[in-house]
């Protein structure tokens, strides 16, 4: 509503000074060409004021439902009436969604593959081409078990002959005539190649060399570049002042930390409808291993940051280990093998979390179980535009068959890969 006030009394200023101008150019051109400058415009309403006043009126009438628009967005985000003023919205895209840098020479299934995003979070290594809800062309990677990125950075490299611990691979493309997808998952027969180094804040960089079996027609090679997680940065730190589900479960995260002085998983939790403070939920959060429901209420703080409110909690402490003990553990470390482990998705797998990150599961092997009953094993291809399910099923016949499951006619669901 406050925006739709504030475009219309703007909407009426245009008009107001469009007709001014009108008239100027009714009582002598040279009136007419010099109002285009507004202290000739000016000029114009104090000289011609019983030709200008019915357009001054109108003028004035716009500044009614602007400031009324502008006094109802204040008091719901102040920031935002701030960014408005100071026509911060024209200065680039410095609060844009988090890019990366793809330079790939290759071809998915056949077609030239030009990535323009890339990620490796929760052990899925991901490149996109495209924007809509399905990628044009997309690539993934589940990283093995035991596989994650360490100080060092992270290498692994596979050969056709290879065959325990493999990462698993599945391409995606969207041909002009489908509206689903066509996937192909493969386990074994490939060569890779991945050598990345972290780069500050979440980046990671590095060589990428890909050739799948000769009938999936890929094969691509060049410098990567991958975010290790989605939120957004300024200057190096954590932007707390961006609207964003990642920003508030960062923030929500770092705070039961320091309330429960101790390491904690918060589950995922829905896209607020509008990012208006004060913005109150409810969080399910593994403390150890208990899971809590814990109400929070989200605010901005004076620096227009999101905070949580009647926080007073100080930093988490952390534990002190003898000397000893810190020595002998760095010498495990140090002799262990650089690898790490990725998260394997299974574990509180839900359709809640499902559902407030499709993309997490996208062409994943699911069990689905309805209210009456009937059961389907496929690959989940995402969630239409009402938000059910899309389960494809490959037939024995050349051909795929796809069912759609709203969230309610789930009685039960199972993700049947990591």
């Known amino acids: 509503m406050a925006a739709l006030l504030i475009l219309g009394g703007m909407l009426i200023i245009v008009l107001g000074v ?3 101008i009108v008239l100027a150019f009714g009582v002598s051109l040279l009136w007419g060409v010099g109002s285009l400058l507004p202290p000739v415009l000016l000029l114009f309403i104090i000289s011609c004021w019983s030709v200008a006043r019915k357009a001054v009126v109108f003028i004035a009438l716009g500044f009614v439902p602007l400031i009324v628009g502008l006094t109802q967005l204040a008091s719901m985000d102040a920031s935002r009436v701030e960014a408005l003023l100071n026509l911060s919205w024209l200065q680039g895209d410095e609060s844009t969604p988090n ?17 323009q995003y890339g990620e490796l979070i929760d052990g899925v290594l991901l490149l996109r081409e495209g924007k809509d809800f399905f990628a044009q062309r997309e690539l993934r990677i589940a990283l093995p078990t035991g596989t994650t990125v360490s100080a060092q950075g992270l290498r692994l490299d596979v050969l056709p002959q290879d065959v325990d611990g493999l990462p698993d691979i599945e391409i995606m493309w969207l041909l002009p005539e489908h509206s689903l997808p066509e996937a192909r998952r493969i386990s074994r027969g490939y060569t890779l ?18 050739v799948l079996p ?18 957004h940065y300024r200057d190096g730190k954590v932007d707390r002042s961006y609207d964003d589900v990642s920003t508030l479960e960062y ?14 998983i918060v589950e995922p939790f829905a896209t607020p409808e509008a990012f208006t403070v004060p913005l109150a939920m409810d969080v399910q959060v593994y403390v150890g291993e208990q899971l809590r429901r814990v109400p929070v209420r989200f605010i901005k703080n004076a620096n227009a940051e999101w905070a949580i409110e009647n926080d007073t909690y100080s930093p988490r402490s952390a534990p002190v280990l003898p ?15 650089k690898t790490v482990r990725s998260v394997d998705r299974r574990v509180r797998f839900t359709l809640q979390r499902l559902l407030v990150n499709p993309a997490q599961y996208q062409y994943l092997q699911m069990h689905v179980v309805t209210v009456q009953g009937n059961q389907v094993k496929g690959r989940f291809m995402g969630l239409d535009t009402e938000g059910a399910l899309i389960i494809s099923r490959e037939l024995k ?17 199972t993700l049947l890969e990591p």
Not at 221 to 228: D, K, N, P, R
């Open 251 to 264: 923030v929500v995260h770092d705070y039961l930390e320091r309330r429960f002085n101790q390491d904690v």
């Open 214 to 231: 000769p009938q999936f027609k890929t094969s691509m090679s060049g410098e990567i570049q991958l975010l290790s997680d989605r939120l």
């Open 18 to 20: 469009l007709w001014l």
């Open 99 to 115: 890019s990366t840098q793809i330079e790939l020479n290759g071809e998915l299934y056949g077609q030239p593959f030009r990535p």
């Open 397 to 413: 016949a050349p051909g795929t068959v796809s069912f759609t499951f709203a969230p309610v006619e789930i009685a039960e669901i």
């Open 193 to 210: 190649h991945l050598d990345l180094q972290q780069q500050a804040p979440n980046l990671l960089t590095g060589n990428f060399h890909l």
């Open 323 to 337: 000397a000893e003990l810190v020595a002998s553990v760095a010498e495990q470390i140090a002799q262990a093998p």
